[in-house]
């Protein structure tokens, strides 16, 4: 009995095993389909957030089904039919999301084939000749093809060819088997030569024709959007600095925390677009003069050098955002004191880059304002003085070897905080003190009063009645460290500010080689109602 | 006559111009040899260099020679020859560099052809059952398959299998064609399946077998580098703005003449290995256990997250390369002040990295060295305490709101140089005035004569006699945020000896999930010889 006990238990165990296995299936199935739901319903989201993508893949399955009908081809020629996979092959591999695209994956199939139809004959030839050694030619052609083709394509210049090499060595392959196969390598090649030039021209017909998609206003845009990344990143940077953003700093969870910051994702976008705009240059300097950018030798370099000028203003921003992930932080009360000036320069920067990047997107000249950078000068200036006013807030000047010039200072007045020791500033308020002692400057407490109260980042806080033990002179060095922070993250911007110069710069000569138009003619002529656009377009065709 | 002379002159100057085409064409030809020959001799540098390239070709020639065997096959099945091809196409796209790559690649190649094959059978139901519609329903199978995988191919997380959709089509297509000309469906898809997988096969048993090339060796290879190339790059930039490098101010020249720094080149190449590093990890985690690295799931991640640390530590430093690049410059004698500790922090901050790097390299824990930041935190307390002492050379005190600190010890003495005004420190060599006036400091002058003599990048530079006029107070605001871009300096090389602490903690997690050797228990066995060699693989296989 017990054994059959054991088994009864056993088989109630296996039962509920697999219903718990039906259960977890069943949940796994659940899971997949709603899995499914939510890919096809993101799926059906990127479709409506960029059309173009939907269009395309129409447009391929059009061009597919379009070559397709060659395989129904029963005419004259009876190969036509045999062979038609090699123009299905070419809209596969050539048909591209963009023109300039297709075009470079074109020139690439098409120096591929060539190549190795002429390097094919010549082997071709060679076999023929080998008389009944003709199997080892073929075995050694491949050997070498495959082992030159690989080689070179790891050479460093090479790599934008890499999908020709390929291409050449698979048609080579292709052909030498087809013409060993049939014995007629001559008609063989060139059927081959015809259907993939016949495939190439549908390419190019249907993907031209039917609404094109450019590179080249891929490039504009994230050109443009650049500039405006930048602007949101330098202001959410100050605004966060000023408000004193706190990440928590536990090793991983810091960089992902600051990772998900829109300031952040701001720069990131900047700095990361480098070979994102290489690539679309590569694209758009194979397009032909369309849209917008109706020039002959449209300057799509210029645009790429406009949008490093603006990288190496992001590389400030990102140096702006290191003062706020810093290990080392100016406190709170100090950022306040600049508060305006800071501000007042971040949003005259940001305004800068927007209008930059508007007037790139407008494609207009700076026109009426050519001194657009007069306002964040005078901000910045503004900025440097009020550090020269309080500067002694970003430096401890006690220990200059000068000889202490407060101490005549010091010496009129006792002030009962004296006795505190350091203290964390989030605890005591600093303004709490201000009606105590006489004030010098109306928005902050005088240096003698501060030097003891600011704080260095809370965790070296030091209240005595805690009995926390720290050497005053360590604590020193890491209160001015602190504060000489605050000193980085204003120099750090005023630095910001110089290089919107280069900025300029780029612009300008943007504006004149791709030849935007002038906005103060249009103005001019605005009255005109139908004369405005009379001119716009001549300007554009000039 | 004059006609004849007119003809004779223009036969002249033809004869002229086809001798100086055919020059033209012979220089032209010079060219293109020496070209070929530079391109040749690259190339075998780059074999010289790194073998493992050249054996890589080595390989793909053999295994492609050994696969076009099968073209000869006429034994029990004549299809094996007819469609061989399948097997050197596969080959061809499969066979990669490192072993990873190549997995990743079969696994794409598989999937595609797998999912292929399926919806080739179905659609291949559907039109035998269409019966004398069978021609529409193929082609509508095409226009189908094209449109959902060209759109679900721009799906952003479907990036990675972008190979995978194309082989996917592609094997759809082919199949389809072929079943279609033959009618034989089934035949047609097991047919290549089965040479599908058997040139898989080989691939894998060449690639693995011989001279296999690991994405896991690079990858460690590659984070080691890293921290020595960063290591450079601090010692580089700290240098360099210790000796005051000067970049061309002139637009484009600018960025080309910082670009081909060493110290450019070094955390340029920190930064930017993220996107090489990202690839080496996705190759490196589907590679089995093999060489030093014996662990199942070996810790690649961790390797790419204290590469990240490392990454974030470049950051400062490329923010301190940009204090050399900035417009804003501090004047060459004021850096000269802090010369001593500059170089500590630097030189120490560098020993880490390279201590750091080298366990690394050799798979070991840090035993002895545990307090490894003692000695660079040390050179930061005393950069930070000379910043406290001499922190009158990095502001403008006189400007402060609490009153003039320095009046008296102004008042006191009348220097000969008060109407010098402003200039240039090029000209006029601070240190020759340094016997004339009392020196309260031995390595630098007072203040007050400082503070008139310190000059404003170049091209600010002040001299009455020039008779530029500019407000001294612009003049100062200008002098004063030269200064404190000095302070920058300092304070981003001591938030680099901060952030040092997050490479040491992501190091000790790395050498504790890959189980690092404890150098120690190796030093306490070196004196037995041979026990040092057993204790070390012991270790090595746990």
Redesign the interface.
């Known amino acids: 009995m017990s054994k059959n006990s054991l088994l009864s238990v056993a088989s109630k165990e296996s039962i509920e095993e697999d219903a718990s296995c039906l259960a977890s299936e069943r949940n796994g199935l659940k899971q997949l389909w709603c899995d499914s739901c939510d890919f096809a319903r993101?799926?059906l989201e990127?479709?409506r957030k960029d059309p173009r993508?939907?269009v395309?893949?129409?447009k391929?399955?059009?061009?597919?089904?379009l070559v397709?009908?060659l395989?129904?081809w029963d005419m004259p020629i009876e190969d036509v039919?045999?062979y038609?996979?090699w123009a299905?092959?070419t809209v596969?591999?050539m048909?591209e999301?963009s023109i300039g695209a297709m075009f470079i994956k074109g020139f690439n199939r098409g120096l591929g084939t060539f190549s190795a139809g002429i390097l094919a004959f010549l082997f071709a030839g060679l076999s023929i000749l080998a008389g009944p050694w003709d199997?080892i030619v073929?075995?050694?052609s491949?050997?070498?093809?495959?082992?030159?083709a690989?080689?070179?394509r790891?050479?460093?210049t090479m790599a934008p060819y890499d999908y020709g090499f390929?291409v050449f060595?698979?048609t080579f392959?292709?052909l030498?088997?087809?013409g060993?196969?049939n014995g007629g390598y001559v008609l063989a090649i060139l059927t081959r030569l015809v259907l993939i030039a016949l495939g190439a021209c549908m390419c190019f017909v249907i993907n031209i024709c039917v609404y094109p998609i450019w590179s080249g206003d891929d490039l504009h845009c994230l050109v443009v959007n650049n500039f405006k990344e930048l602007a949101t990143s330098l202001e959410g940077c100050v605004n966060g600095y000023l408000e004193s953003v706190n990440y928590e700093r536990t090793?991983?969870r810091f960089?992902t925390q600051a990772s998900s910051d829109q300031m952040y994702l701001g720069y990131k976008s900047v700095i990361e677009s480098a070979?994102k705009e290489q690539t679309l240059l590569g694209f758009a300097l194979w397009e032909p003069p369309h849209g917008r950018y109706r020039k002959l030798h449209y300057p799509w370099k210029t645009y790429v050098?406009a949008s490093?000028a603006v990288r190496?203003c992001a590389?400030?921003v990102?140096?702006l955002h290191?003062c706020i992930m810093?290990?080392?932080q100016a406190p709170p009360e100090k950022r306040r004191v600049f508060y305006e000036e800071l501000q007042e320069v971040s949003s005259e920067g940001a305004r800068v880059l927007r209008e930059l990047g508007s007037k790139i997107d407008k494609m207009e000249k700076l026109g009426g304002f050519k001194n657009i950078l007069g306002q964040v000068h005078v901000a910045a200036?503004h900025l440097?003085?009020k550090?020269?006013?309080?500067?002694?807030l970003?430096?401890?000047?006690e220990?200059?070897?000068?000889?202490s010039?407060?101490k005549?200072?010091e010496e009129l007045d006792d002030p009962p905080q004296q006795h505190l020791g350091l203290k964390c500033l989030s605890e005591t308020s600093i303004y709490a003190h201000k009606t105590q002692t006489q004030l010098?400057?109306e928005d902050f407490p005088?240096?003698q009063n501060l030097r003891r109260l600011v704080p260095w980042p809370s965790s070296f806080c030091l209240v005595e009645s805690d009995g926390v033990l720290v050497r005053e002179d360590?604590a020193?060095?890491?209160e001015?460290?602190s504060s000489?922070?605050l000193?980085?993250f204003?120099?750090?911007l005023?630095?910001f500010v110089?290089?919107l110069?280069?900025v300029v710069?780029c612009f300008e000569e943007l504006s004149e080689e791709a030849e935007f138009i002038d906005p103060d003619v249009v103005v001019l002529t605005k009255r005109g109602g139908i004369w405005t656009r009379l001119v716009r377009s001549l300007r554009f065709k000039k």
Chains 1, 2 share one sequence.
């Open positions: 993101k799926a990127m479709g993508k939907a395309y893949a129409l391929m399955g059009f061009a597919l089904a397709s009908l395989i129904f039919s045999q038609s996979i299905i092959l596969i591999v048909f999301f199997k073929i075995v050694i491949f050997f070498i093809t495959g082992y030159c690989s080689y070179l790891l050479y460093p390929r060595v698979l392959c292709i030498m088997v087809a060993n196969r090793s991983s960089m070979s050098k490093n190496h590389y400030t990102m140096a290191g810093s290990e080392i200036e440097q003085k550090i020269d006013h309080k500067s002694f970003l430096v401890n000047s220990s200059w070897e000068v000889g010039p407060r005549d200072v010098p400057d005088p240096m360590e020193k060095t890491y001015s460290a000489l922070s000193a980085t204003a120099s750090l005023i630095e110089a290089r110069q280069i710069d």
